[in-house]
Nanobody, 128 residues
Framework: QVKLVESGGGSVQRGGSLRLSCLAS??????????LAWFRQAPGKEREGVAQ????????RYADSVKGRFTISQDRGRNTVYLQMNSLEPEDTAMYYC???????????????????WGQGTQVTVSS
């Protein structure tokens, strides 16, 4: 059973930085056939894909709104995927979720309905 636990959220001012962590259960990295992604959902808005990375290590993908500011990375030895967020803006305020799925099941990386496994989320608040 895949389990994901996010941490690292908090409150920062505009221009600040945060690093989110997602601790995954060992089966995510044991096969190297899953993808991990970060999504976010602001109040009253749909959940949107932020970044994705293949557990086997292929090139990451980003939403246009975060390119150049956010970086997704992973530490396979720690079964952890990270989201480094720099130059944060109030528009980045949202609940951030970690998600995972078998790579062969994903047709559109940023579509939340394509991911079966989700963490509980961590809140990010950016004030102006």
């Amino acid at each position: 059973q895949v389990k994901l636990v996010e941490s690292g959220g908090g409150s920062v001012q505009r221009g600040g930085s945060l690093r989110l962590s997602c601790l995954a259960s060992k089966d995510v990295y044991s096969s190297n056939s899953m993808v991990l992604a970060w999504f976010r959902q602001a109040p009253g808005k749909e959940r949107e894909g932020v970044a994705q990375i293949f557990a086997g290590g292929s090139s990451p993908r980003y939403a246009d709104s975060v390119k150049g500011r956010f970086t997704i990375s992973q530490d396979r030895g720690r079964n952890t995927v990270y989201l480094q967020m720099n130059s944060l803006e109030p528009e980045d305020t949202a609940m951030y979720y970690c998600a995972a799925e078998w790579s062969f099941k994903i047709t559109k990386w940023s579509a939340p309905h394509e991911y079966r496994y989700w963490g509980q989320g961590t809140q990010v608040t950016v004030s102006s």
